[in-house]
């Protein structure tokens, strides 16, 4: 809740604070619960943030249309804490996981239907801000869902929803989530007695945990931990410099060996000036020597660096074309929305992370030659924002093996009529066609896509339509 929102509230004696919960619904009534206002506390590292984005084309909602000012509100209710459920904290928040989200959105509308609402998204990204920590999400945001409250699938809690960050020009959003140490520590720094007077039978402890009765003191989590596979490691942000221009675009990448990065032709076009890679969580960078296109016709290039990288995390090829199938499901790692910051690299230099599934797997003939058909494209649901493009896409399996590469980010749908943008629909290069162009590259050669692959890539028919033959027939007797 904005700060001049909190301010034009609480001022006004004739207005008055109630809350439920999806436990309140009864048969015929919804039993709200008076509650008074305590304090407000601004959330100084969410402002900071948000400032920052901003800068890159973002825009931060809600928003009252003025400076954004977000704040924690504290509320006072005895009758609350006797039916809430217990507050369970945890500090297994880990890059690539999923989360589940409990608000109202819209609940003003029709309270039985969006009292308790619940929607799931993936920890995508990680932000910190005066050593203070906030975690992005694809979970999708809806009006009103600001405050919610954000769990892991086991129920146990990790923060609270702030809004999101939406592009200005509609390529996609990050929703933004509060872990309960930022939290803690902004409302410790206010050093207010209302905070520790708050909850009845409760205390803030020494190492930031709040302790309700019955319940024992957890400390929240302080950071985001990642997956022991370290999976997003292999994926590198490429910025680029095209002969003539000033500007600098960026795109992402994958390593397969230490000195070799699988990419997007757009990412790195013919005409580019200068070319560098950066490795995640480091400031180390590496020049481009070298771009070879062993594959005709396709979207797809291999980037030879000036020099090798001996920490280097090269993604590990899949060699089971069943791991492309259809509702396969799958996580997408790239550097979409926004870019590395040159000023404080290591800030930006985790990429963005999103789960679900393979949508549709096409099969053709890959190469002119070729008799039998092979995996020629996948669309996938995991969200695909701009400048994600040569990034990722992993398998995700639930039996607890490693990820291994799928396939690489070309671009998600877009509407040329309305310009409108589909993050969730992302077209991707399969591991198949990648492992050919690096054969292909090792042996020299050249290899030449199927016209209908090529044709498929454009999106355009790529099959013989059965009624348009049985029109012909017709026609010819």
Same mark, same amino acid.
């Given at each position: ?23 309140? $619904? ?17 959330? &100084? ?28 509100? *504290? ?52 932000? =910190? ?21 954000? &769990?892991? =699938? ?14 200005? /020009? ?67 942000? @490429? ?36 070319? /560098? ?20 016709? *396709?979207? #797809? ?21 069943? /791991? ?17 910051? =040159? ?6 230099? $985790? ?6 599934? #393979? ?6 003939? *890959? ?30 399996? =639930? ?8 396939? @690489? @980010? ?68």
């Amino acid at each position: 809740m904005s700060a001049e929102v909190v301010n034009e509230l609480v001022g006004d004696s004739a207005i008055s604070f109630a809350i439920a919960l999806s436990e309140s $619904i009864g048969p015929e009534t919804i039993h709200w619960t008076p509650i008074t206002y305590v304090s407000k506390f601004e959330l &100084t590292s969410l402002n900071t943030f948000v400032s920052r984005m901003e800068s890159n084309g973002m825009r931060f909602h809600p928003s009252s249309g003025l400076a954004s000012s977000a704040t924690i509100t *504290l509320f006072r209710s005895q009758a609350w804490l006797e039916v809430s459920r217990p507050l369970r904290f945890t500090e297994d928040v880990k890059l690539g996981s999923h989360l589940v989200a409990e608000g109202a959105p819209f609940a003003v509308d029709s309270p039985a239907l969006f009292l308790g609402y619940k929607s799931v998204g993936t920890v995508s990204g990680a932000h =910190t801000v005066a050593n203070t920590k906030l975690i992005l999400s694809d979970l999708r945001y809806m009006e009103g869902m600001e405050g919610s409250a954000i &769990t892991n =699938t086991d129920g146990v809690s990790i923060g609270i929803l702030a809004g999101s960050l939406r592009k200005t /020009n509609g390529e996609g959003e990050l929703s933004v989530i509060v872990p309960w140490s930022t939290i803690l520590k902004t409302m410790s720094a206010y050093q207010s007695s209302q905070i520790f007077n708050l909850l009845n039978r409760s205390s803030l402890t020494s190492n930031g945990a709040i302790g309700i009765a019955g319940t024992p003191n957890v400390t929240p989590p302080t950071q985001v931990h990642k997956q022991t596979d370290d999976f997003y490691k292999s994926v590198v942000c @490429i910025t680029v410099r095209r002969q003539g221009g000033f500007k600098t675009s960026w795109g992402s990448g994958v390593v397969l060996s230490q000195n070799i990065v699988v990419t997007n032709r757009h990412v790195v076009p013919k005409d580019f000036k200068s070319a /560098n890679v950066t490795f995640p969580e480091s400031s180390v960078r590496r020049q481009i020597s070298a771009v070879f296109q062993p594959v005709s016709g *396709l979207d #797809i290039v291999y980037l030879v660096l000036d020099s090798a990288y001996s920490d280097a995390r090269p993604a590990t090829l899949s060699t089971n074309l069943a /791991n492309c199938s259809q509702l396969k499901p799958v996580t997408t790692v790239g550097y979409g929305l926004f870019p590395l910051s =040159t000023n404080d690299l290591k800030q930006y230099s $985790i990429p963005l992370v999103s789960n679900g599934y #393979i949508s549709q797997a096409v099969s053709l003939p *890959l190469l002119q030659k070729d008799k039998h058909a092979s995996t020629a494209l996948l669309s996938v649901s995991a969200y695909c924002w701009n400048g994600s493009s040569g990034g990722a896409v992993f398998t995700n399996p =639930t039996d607890g093996t490693k990820r291994v590469l799928a396939g @690489i @980010i070309v671009s998600n749908g877009r509407v040329d009529k309305t310009d409108t943008i589909y993050p969730q629909l992302g077209f991707a290069i399969p591991i198949n066609i990648i492992s050919l162009g690096l054969e292909a590259m090792a042996s020299r050669q050249q290899m030449h896509l199927h016209e209908r692959v090529k044709r498929l890539w454009k999106l355009q028919p790529t099959h013989t339509e059965v009624l348009d033959v049985l029109t012909s027939i017709k026609s010819n007797l």
